[in-house]
């Protein structure tokens, strides 16, 4: 007799003493396990580990509810089915809900940005602005280390914006030079 032609299971045990539960679990993987499987794997992306899980999952709940279920192998087919779709729909919105997983193992390769270059570039340029003179030195403090403006930083050493502007001009151009001459 056919899988389709067969209409009730017998759920009795090899002892002869009706084992419900247990026949009903060994019967449905018997008889749909093939093909609830496939049709879970293909909703799952071709994952197989998940679509075990899924199919056992399922199986696993058509066991805690044997008894509610219509014995009819069309209806426990459906049932199956049905279940393990919403299975593998509340896995993906779980997935989307929480942040994705991630193996530990790579975190240890991330490579670290390398600021040695920057650093080694505020050095130089530290030690070009303390050849400068002391006004000179000042005027570039002011105005690119503090970004204020030439009238602020007029105000602030109490020189005119003029004067600023001059120191400025002759510090870059001494900052320029010792940095050329630096390489």
Known sequence: MSRRQSTRVDLAGADGVPDKDEALVRMLYR????????????????????????VQETLVRAWKNADKL???????RAWLFTVAR???IDGRRSHSARP??????????????DRSEQSLSAMV?????????AEH???????????RTINEAAQVLGVPPGTVKSRVYYALRALRRALRDGE
Request: aromatic letters at 8%; glycine letters at 10%.
């Open 70 to 76: 219509d014995r009819d192998p069309g209806m426990l």
């Open 100 to 113: 994705r997983e991630v193996d530990i193992a790579p975190l240890t390769l991330v490579p670290v940005p």
């Open 31 to 54: 008889e749909f396990g093939g093909a609830l499987f496939g049709h879970v794997l293909y909703l799952t992306g071709n994952d197989r580990q998940w679509a075990e899980d899924v």
């Open 125 to 133: 340029v530290a030690d070009a602005l303390q050849g400068l003179r």
């Open 137 to 147: 030195r000042e005027a570039i403090e002011e105005t690119y280390l503090r970004g």
């Open 86 to 88: 919403r299975i593998v």
